[in-house]
């Protein structure tokens, strides 16, 4: 079996078949964790994925930083730019869960920080919940100025515009602020 495979990809349960580098299993099923060529050797049942790269895919504690691409009540989906401080083009997104939908946590292409917690499905999952962890950068939902951050929130000094927000100790700390120009 020789088949290019994508960073999520099956490549077989986990019953059947062992994961070597470049391979994660989320509890059922060994996924590619890069983007690469699939090698099965049918003898040991190991399955490995060869690529020219590292090792992109976010682990379990590792912190990443991004943009917030979707957002829902219950949710937000970030599109991971770096990964423990290296810049990241695996592309890949995780999900981080609101506990509080009546509170947002971030909004759409905040600049944010997560701790990954685990694979799930071929989803990663990510907490805000450490107060490093949270909103980098955003800005006025009223008026798109620059805002101050509050302890659970922002305030924007322009149009006096108040918005919840889980913000990071780093708010505004980092260089990642120009991910969002
Ligand atoms: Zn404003």
Redesign the pocket.
């Known amino acids: 079996m020789t088949d290019f495979v994508m960073p999520g990809d099956k490549l077989g349960l986990i019953e059947e078949i062992e994961g070597g580098p470049n391979t994660f299993d989320d509890g059922e099923t060994i996924r590619a964790s890069s983007a690469g060529m699939v090698d099965l050797d049918k003898k040991s049942r190991l399955v490995h994925v060869r690529n020219g790269r590292q090792l992109s895919i976010p682990k379990k504690g590792d912190i990443v930083i991004g943009t917030v691409a979707m957002m829902l009540p219950s949710m937000i989906a970030v599109a991971i730019h770096y990964l423990n401080g290296k810049p990241n083009s695996s592309g890949v997104e995780c999900i981080c869960q609101n506990p509080d939908r009546k509170r947002i946590i971030a909004r759409m292409n905040d600049v944010v920080a997560l701790k990954i917690e685990t694979h799930l499905n071929g989803t990663i999952h990510a907490t805000i919940d450490d107060p490093e962890l949270g909103v980098l950068f955003t800005k006025?939902n009223?008026?798109?100025?620059n805002?101050v951050p509050l302890r659970n929130g922002v305030k924007?000094p322009?149009?006096?515009?108040m918005e919840d927000r889980k913000i990071s100790t780093n708010y505004e700390k980092s260089d990642f602020v120009k991910l969002r120009d």
């Open positions: 006025c009223a008026c798109s100025g805002v924007c322009n149009c006096g515009y």
